[in-house]
């Protein structure tokens, strides 16, 4: 099934509801149609862009109207992995593969898409193997394959988006 984001602002919620599927099994068994999928973005999103994290922390807010702040994500992806995550810019070139090559399934990563001037959506990495990473894409709600070549271009195609701008890793 295609579980794809429920607005044009959500993607950032939709990977990392995503990613929860993913690293919590018996998460997937609850949120494994498009109504319950688009429900849990679209609430993620507001807590996202709230003045409390999902874990009830204090965090800047944000228009909800600008998607959802990378520093967000790295907060939510440390809260589902246990795992510290940091928010990395991009430069085209060899730069973001190093910073892809190390993604597992229970290590997702998010990365900032957009054109050449402003990140304007968010994909979920949720695996690697040899130089092709698997690549959740919220919009179409395909997981689609990427290679190296692609991603070190600035020429990914996701979603009509092609440059790389953030990547959100575990921290090493």
């Keep these: 099934m295609r579980l794809r984001q429920p607005d044009r602002r959500s993607c950032g919620a ?29 609430t993620l999103h507001r807590r996202l862009t709230s003045l409390a994290d ?64 402003l990140p304007r959506h968010v994909v979920l990495v949720t695996d690697v193997e040899r130089d092709v990473t698997r690549t959740y894409e919220p919009a179409s709600g395909l997981e689609l394959e990427v290679s190296r070549e692609r991603w070190e271009s600035g020429d990914v195609g996701l979603a009509g988006w092609d440059r790389p701008w953030l990547v959100v890793t575990p921290r090493r």
């Design 14 to 42: 939709a990977a990392l509801v995503m990613a929860r599927r993913i690293v919590h099994p018996r998460y997937a068994g609850l949120v494994g149609d498009q109504e319950t999928f688009a429900h849990e973005a679209a």
């Design 54 to 117: 999902t874990a009830g922390g204090w965090q800047v807010p944000w228009p909800r109207a600008l998607g959802t702040p990378p520093w967000a994500v790295a907060r939510e992806l440390r809260l589902l992995t246990a795992v510290a995550y940091a928010v990395r810019p991009v430069r085209l070139g060899r730069r973001v593969w190093p910073q892809l090559a190390h993604v597992t399934p229970t290590r997702p990563a998010a990365v900032f898409v957009g054109d050449r001037f």
